[in-house]
T-cell receptor, first 114, second 115 residues
């Protein structure tokens, strides 16, 4: 079945780059997403990448996709205290009905050291 | 401003009670989802629905049922609450079909404690 895996914790110094990694198993995934969850809040979409792309850049965020290894990463440049959150990798898998479902990883808790 | 609203932020229920968690979205989305979030396990899909009166089991449907009588409302029902259902429950909605711009919008979550 589908599976999305992430490490649970990451700690970086303020101003450094953060790199959050994710692996997935379903090669038929069409879109891959990064969601951010701040304390006490629901999830919000940060960015996404089509499965036929290798890289996407959006301001401080860079998403890299290695389809061969089924590896996705999110790089946050110049990490700030406001980036402290849980980051979820997610993939869309073709549904066995007319709907598709989103599969989430376990989430990586990013903490920032002064 | 798009909105997914869950009826309660916090709930405390007794073992064996029937529990209803309500979710309403105002975006005319076809898809609606219920997840539970537990530390170290991420989000696990309980049920989803792609149309009124349609439902599909997710990965952990046991002990739960759902109802979608109207497009904007998706209810999660715990038939007989148990302590292992203590968790954060997240509702989400999205357009169908899924595409790059069809992100899932999430509610704030309901933290349910079963005692």
């Amino acid at each position: 079945g589908e599976d999305v895996e992430q490490s649970l914790f990451l700690s970086v110094r303020e101003g450094d780059s953060s790199v959050i990694n994710c692996t997935y198993t379903d090669s038929s995934s069409t879109y891959l997403y990064w969601y951010k969850q701040e304390p006490g809040a629901g999830l919000q979409l940060l960015t996404y990448i089509f499965s036929n792309m290798d890289m996407k850049q959006d301001q401080r965020l860079t998403v890299l996709l290695n389809k061969k290894d089924k590896h996705l990463s999110l790089r946050i440049a110049d990490t700030q205290t406001g980036d402290s959150a849980i980051y979820f990798c997610a993939e869309i898998t073709p549904g066995y009905s007319s709907a598709s479902k989103i599969i989430f990883g376990s989430g990586t808790r990013l903490s920032i050291r002064p | 401003d798009v909105k997914v609203t869950q009826s309660s932020r916090y709930l405390v229920k007794r073992t064996g009670e029937k529990v209803f968690l309500e979710c309403v979205q105002d975006m005319d989305h076809e898809n609606m989802f219920w997840y539970r979030q537990d530390p170290g396990l991420g989000l696990r899909l309980i049920y989803f629905s792609y149309d009124v009166k349609m439902k599909e089991k997710g990965d952990i449907p046991e002990g739960y049922s759902v109802s979608r009588e109207k497009k904007e409302r998706f209810s999660l029902i715990l038939e007989s609450a148990s302590t292992n259902q203590t968790s954060m429950y997240l509702c989400a909605s999205s357009f169908f079909p899924q595409g790059a711009n069809t992100e899932a919008f999430f509610g704030q979550g309901t933290r349910l404690t079963v005692v």
